[in-house]
């Protein structure tokens, strides 16, 4: 599954996998006796792609207690950790719509559906960017299941590496109106000058005042190619019969804090291990892989 430049996926398959893959990890996360989120889509969807492996982990029938001694732990962490990634961002978008942020654009929206399940505030409008049979799978599915989206929620059926911005206006986003935009579990699927390319479109199409929520990892001694290699083990410990790895691009990145920066972006940031602690949940500063990832808001000046 080695990627190229100008591949394609269905959520079955590639980097949309992985989007079937965090969609089943929010389905066992919301059943949680003590959930930290709640999303009643994301089985369904999970069940609507027919991946047979993730089918299982959200009818639970693989779960943490039954994983192998090797893989112990691996399930509960995965889960615990789409929890706080998906609390982080669901938490971001209310907090702009609370300060009077009416526009959101959701980058890779995969089986995100954010655009259903939160609440948002009258006259909001959610912007979705994917790939075309993403959206188009998602779209019908949702129907399928009589859910209404909470807010005008538009489509925008394109892949990032193609001329996205041209398609959301298009699509009748106001570039004079502030915007939140999320790139959740995005960057290391771009490469390294898609990533910096990326940025530079969000800036250039936000309002003063728009915010901007990611999360990236640091470099340090594992190579991207590394850490696919780890991320695809883990899973395969529980069974999961879908080769993951391959998925990410390798490359010198930019720092995401410094090259928003750079860009005119008042930036905070702080690491995904901290926000464990925010919700409630154990973190093991054993698990390197997740140790170094950074959750990141930003504001344009």
């Not at 006796?33 to 994301?42: E, G, Q, R, V």
């Not at 009748?172 to 960057?187: H, K, N, Y």
């Not at 901290?274 to 054993?286: I, P």
């Amino acid at each position: 599954m080695t990627r190229t430049d100008q591949d394609s996926w269905d959520l079955a398959s590639s980097v949309g996998a992985t989007a079937t893959m965090v969609a089943a990890a929010r389905a066992v996360a919301s059943n949680d006796p003590n959930p930290i989120i709640n999303d009643p889509f994301a089985a369904p969807l999970v069940r609507a792609v027919g991946l047979d492996f993730f089918r299982r982990v959200v009818d639970g029938e693989i779960n943490a207690a039954d994983a192998p001694e090797d893989g112990d732990g691996d399930l509960q962490l995965e889960t615990d950790s789409i929890a706080v990634r998906t609390r982080f961002f669901d938490d971001f978008f209310l907090n702009a719509a609370r300060d009077g942020i009416r526009q959101a654009v959701i980058l890779a929206a995969g089986l995100d559906a954010r655009a259903y399940r939160l609440s948002w505030p009258d006259g909001s409008v959610v912007y979705e960017v994917d790939q075309p049979q993403v959206i188009e799978f998602k779209t019908a599915t949702m129907a399928s299941l009589g859910a209404a989206p909470a807010a005008e929620r538009r489509t925008v059926s394109v892949d990032l590496r193609d001329d996205w911005p041209a398609a959301l206006r298009g699509s009748g986003f106001d570039v004079s109106q502030p915007t939140s935009w999320s790139a959740e579990g995005l960057l290391m699927y771009l490469p390294p000058e898609a990533q910096d390319r990326l940025f530079d479109n969000i800036t250039a199409l936000s309002a003063p005042g728009s915010k901007l929520a990611t999360e990236y990892h640091p470099d340090n001694d594992t190579t991207m190619s590394e850490r696919a290699q780890e991320f695809n083990e883990r899973w395969a410990k529980l069974g999961c019969d879908i080769d993951l790895s391959g998925l990410f691009f390798d490359g010198e990145r930019s720092n995401v804090v410094e090259y928003l920066t750079e860009h005119g972006w008042q930036v905070s940031s702080r690491p995904r291990r901290e926000l464990f602690t925010d919700y409630g949940r154990e973190f093991s500063d054993d698990e390197t892989q997740l140790r170094n990832i950074v959750s990141v808001t930003a504001t344009l000046r």
